[in-house]
């Protein structure tokens, strides 16, 4: 995540600046694994992005929510480590 940061800090800047905002962050995971330890590890992903969020660039709690896909919505087919990589992602939608 690190690598995001800046990424984050910028989500964080917009919702700030509108008040009323909310935002939907999904976590996604690759394939392998069981799908029950993937959705885990696709909720953990989405909560972790929301922690950063809320305690390193001050927004409101209330003002994101947080879902699971776990494996069931891959971007890449391919089982070749970016592929890999690229389906293990959270995705931010505005649902207000």
Same mark, same amino acid.
């Given at each position: ?5 800046s ?6 800047? +917009? &919702? *700030?600046?509108?008040?009323?905002? *909310?935002i ?16 885990k590890?696709? $909720?953990a992903?989405a909560?972790? +992005?929301k922690n ?5 660039f ?13 494996? *069931?919505?891959? &971007?890449a *087919?391919?089982?070749?480590? $970016? ?10 939608? &505005?649902?207000?």
């Amino acid at each position: 995540m690190p690598i995001h940061y800046s990424d984050l800090q910028g989500i964080a800047e +917009v &919702i *700030k600046r509108n008040d009323g905002l *909310k935002i939907l962050i999904i976590g996604n995971a690759d394939y392998r694994g069981s799908e029950q330890l993937n959705q885990k590890l696709a $909720m953990a992903r989405a909560e972790a +992005v929301k922690n950063v969020l809320v305690e390193s660039f001050g927004v409101n709690p209330a003002s994101l929510e947080v879902q699971s896909n776990g494996e *069931k919505v891959p &971007i890449a *087919k391919g089982t070749d480590p $970016m592929s890999l990589q690229a389906n293990r992602r959270v995705q931010f939608f &505005i649902i207000e």
